[in-house]
Every structure is written in structure tokens, then in C-alpha cells.
């Protein structure tokens, strides 16, 4: 019976050192495979029940079992590709299959990795090579990313670029500063109008103008009246009916604030708001906020004994542009930059957490699935919660130790042959046995 067990725990010891090598084997052809994470082989002995009081042992043997340490993260590698894409820290990059999305499949598999490299297709879907697609929040049209359910995949979507090859940015804030001559609104002064130009950018990309002219109010006859009335008129508007507000403002002439607004009277359009400092224009090709500056602020519009000319005219928006690259920020933000200098938000890409990374299920292009020992998932915006940040031209190293895994490969190549070593034995003493009736 012991020599009989000693035997069934020599198989049992190949049985165990051929597993481990076969993790070995896999580790260290993995170690240039970006993203990969080693397996572990452990053995545990087994043990039979014991005639201890006979003197007799039988032998149990070893089992191995093998599992992969996904929650080991690798060194990070900086590449030449924005779309190169890993995480720095906890989370994964949520990615479904490119076969199923091809086949035109409405339920797509929910998975996720630490790094991959991604790049458009035919129809500017981000996948890779190996079959990931990455998936995402899509902004609006304004950049904002909406509220999205969190414990859920319903929101998210295979990212595409090539609806976006086109984009224009439309203007809805200009800043106004101006200075308008404090003498030319005395009785004596001319009274001739001054004009200014701003070019803004419609709905539809188109350059359009805000056509102001600034008429000074020369009825005082006592000095200056440092009021003036702005007109804004719109050239994308009918130029028999383009004029669009209607404004009279008073300056202050105090020692503290001279030269600030002191008022702005509403003689038509949008509504002067006092605490923004600013008028509310509706276009013939938008809406756009125009700030003017508040009542005895140092911003905005100013009247001062100087020439008019504008100090400081600044806007948002900007024409048409085609598509010049796309990167993605360590907040996850997966971004779009036009030839026209305008950067418009796409996606939001979040990272998935869960609570138990080792019990994930693992697919191939070191790709990872939910198990019922992960526990469920959550997606979080990147940098919250246990996550870290999403990095672009970079890519997460192998976790293989090479000088490990020889080290492991000389200590089981040495156990295998040991276990041979057991059966041999055994078989020299059965033949031995066999003599013995001879």
C-alpha cells in the first residue's frame, strides 16, 4: 500500500511540475506582450487519512492550481501614438468585442483592459488589432459629457471619429473693451458716430459681423455728458432690420471710479444684466453674450480723455476645420483637435473598478471579463475613487520577470526529475519484490 502510494505521488508530482511549467512557458513567452500578467502555480499537498498506531503511511501526493495576478500592474512605456493608450494606477479601459460589433450584434460583451493600442478603422471605430473596440461617453454637441448611470453599460458606445472629421465652433461670448474719447461728448465736439467691427462665427461655421457704432451725446451745455448710445446691428441679419439692441451708457466722473460705467439704460434688445456685465444678443445665425463690463468696473467699457480705440476684444468660436488629431487627457477625455486651433471634447472614457481584479475571467488580447468572484463593476471618471489616470502615448509593460521565471524554470525542472527519480525507485522495489519468489 506505501509503495503503491509513493508511486501515485510521484505521477502526481509530474502531474504538478509539468503544470507550473506550463505557466513558466507562458510567462516568459508573454514577457514582450504589453498589458500581459503572469500566472502563478501553487501547490498544496494532499494528504490521506493516517494508520498512524500501524505504522503505516501512505503517501497523498501534490494538486497544483494556477491563477493569474491581474492586480500586479507593469511598468508604464512611453510610445509615438496619442492612441496608445494605458492606466496609471487602479481601473480598467472598458472595451467590447469588434467581432460582434461587426456582425451587427446589439447586446455587446462588456470587458475591459490596462492598455492597448488603438486605432480607427474604415468606419472610424477605435479598435485594435486583436479585436478590442474601446468604448465611451458621448458628449454633446457642447462639449459636456451627461449623467450616466454608473453600475450600467447602457450609455456607453463603440468611440467613432469619423462623424467628427468636420467641426465648427460657434461664437457665444465676446469680450468687449473699448475706450471711448470722455471729450467727445462735449458741446462743442463734432458728435460724429465711431465704429467697430467683430467678426463671430455662426451655427453653421459661417463668419458673420457685429457692426457697433458708439454716438456720443453732445447736448450738455455745460461740459461733458459722458453718455453715449451703442447700436449693434448683425450682417448675417436683413439690412433693412439688423439692428439688434439698442444701448445708452453713462459714465462715471468721479475721482474713485472715472471713467467706469455708471449705467446702462436698455433702449431695445436683450436686457442689460448689471451683475455680468452683460447683453444677451439674439442673431439671425445664434445667441452670443456680449460683455460690456459692470457698473464701476475696471473691465469692459471705459471712457477716458484718450483716442477711441479698442483695448481689448477677445472671443470663443472659430470657423470649419478638418480633423488634425485626436488625443485623450488623464481625465479621460478623449479629445479632437482641428486645423483651426478648436479642440472639441468627444468622448469621456471611464475606468472600470471592481473589487476582486484576480477573479475576473481571462480572454485573449489580455482582455478580462466579470466573474461571480470579481464581484460586480463600477465606472468611475478617472482619478476618483480607487482609480488612476489615463495615459496617452504609453502602453503598460509585461509583469514577467524573466530572471524569475528562469529561476523557477531550474528549481522545477529539478523537482520534475526528482518525482521520475520516486517512480524509478519504486520500480526497482517492485522488481526487487518480484524476485523474491524466485
Known amino acids: 500500500m506505501s509503495m503503491s502510494s ?9 502531474a504538478a511540475n509539468a503544470t507550473r511549467l506550463a505557466t513558466i512557458s507562458d510567462n516568459i513567452a508573454n514577457s514582450g506582450t504589453y498589458g500581459y500578467k503572469r500566472m502563478e502555480a501553487e501547490f498544496d499537498s494532499f494528504v490521506l487519512n493516517q494508520h498512524r498506531t500501524a505504522g503505516i503511511y501512505s503517501a497523498g501526493g501534490v494538486r497544483a492550481s494556477t491563477h493569474r495576478v491581474i492586480d500586479e500592474d507593469g511598468a508604464l512605456v512611453t510610445t509615438t501614438h496619442p492612441l496608445d493608450i494605458a492606466v496609471s494606477g487602479g481601473g480598467m ?29 474604415n468606419n472610424g471605430v477605435l479598435r485594435t488589432d486583436s479585436g478590442l473596440v474601446l468604448m465611451g461617453w458621448p458628449a454633446g454637441s457642447d462639449g459636456t459629457v451627461p449623467l450616466n448611470a454608473r453600475d450600467s453599460v447602457g450609455a456607453l458606445e463603440p468611440v467613432r471619429l469619423a462623424v467628427n472629421q468636420t467641426a465648427g465652433d460657434p461664437t457665444t461670448y465676446v469680450n468687449l473693451g473699448v475706450n471711448l474719447p470722455a471729450t467727445e461728448t462735449e458741446p462743442t465736439a463734432s458728435g460724429d458716430p465711431r465704429s467697430l467691427k467683430i467678426e463671430y462665427f455662426g451655427n453653421l461655421g459661417t463668419s458673420e459681423s457685429l457692426n457697433i457704432t458708439f454716438t456720443p451725446n ?9 453718455t453715449w448710445t451703442m447700436e449693434i446691428r448683425d450682417s448675417a441679419a436683413d439690412p433693412a432690420s439688423n439692428l439688434i439692441g439698442s444701448y445708452e ?33 439674439t442673431l439671425a445665425d445664434g445667441e452670443i453674450d456680449l460683455f460690456i463690463g459692470t457698473p464701476l468696473g475696471a ?13 481689448n476684444i477677445s472671443k470663443n468660436g472659430s470657423p470649419v476645420g478638418q480633423l488634425a488629431g485626436v488625443a485623450i487627457d488623464e481625465d479621460g477625455f478623449l479629445k479632437a483637435t482641428y486645423d483651426t486651433g478648436f479642440v472639441k471634447t468627444l468622448y469621456q472614457i ?11 475571467i481571462s480572454t485573449d488580447a489580455q482582455a478580462f471579463k466579470i466573474s461571480t468572484t470579481s464581484g460586480n463593476f463600477f465606472l468611475w471618471d478617472a482619478g476618483d475613487g480607487p482609480t488612476g489616470s489615463v495615459q496617452g502615448y504609453a502602453r ?12 523557477h524554470l531550474i528549481q522545477t525542472q529539478r523537482a520534475y526529475s526528482s518525482n521520475a527519480k520516486i517512480i524509478q525507485t519504486v520500480d526497482e522495489m517492485l522488481q526487487e519484490t518480484t524476485n523474491i519468489k524466485r
Not at 509513493?6 to 509530474?14: D, F, H, R, T, Y
Not at 447736448?219 to 455728458?225: I, Q, V
Not at 471713467?259 to 448689471?274: E, F, H, K, N, R
Not at 503598460?396 to 529561476?407: F, I, R, Y
Open 299 to 311: 473691465t469692459g467699457l471705459r471712457q477716458l480723455s484718450a483716442s477711441f480705440s479698442p483695448t
Open 93 to 121: 479601459l472598458p472595451v467590447t468585442s469588434a467581432v460582434d460589433l461587426d456582425n451587427g450584434f446589439q447586446d455587446l460583451p462588456f470587458m475591459m483592459t490596462r492598455t492597448a493600442s488603438f486605432r480607427p478603422d
Open 396 to 407: 503598460e509593460a509585461s509583469t514577467t520577470d524573466v530572471a524569475q521565471e528562469l529561476t
Open 6 to 14: 509513493a508511486m501515485n505521488a510521484g505521477v502526481s508530482g509530474l
Open 249 to 281: 451708457v453713462v459714465f462715471d466722473e468721479s475721482a474713485a471710479n472715472g471713467g467706469s460705467i455708471a449705467s446702462v439704460t436698455t433702449l431695445g434688445g436683450g436686457a442689460y444684466d448689471p451683475v455680468t456685465g452683460v447683453l444677451p444678443l
Open 350 to 360: 471611464p475606468l472600470v473598478d471592481v473589487p476582486n481584479e484576480n477573479g475576473l
Open 218 to 226: 453732445t447736448s450738455d451745455a455745460t461740459g461733458m455728458s459722458s
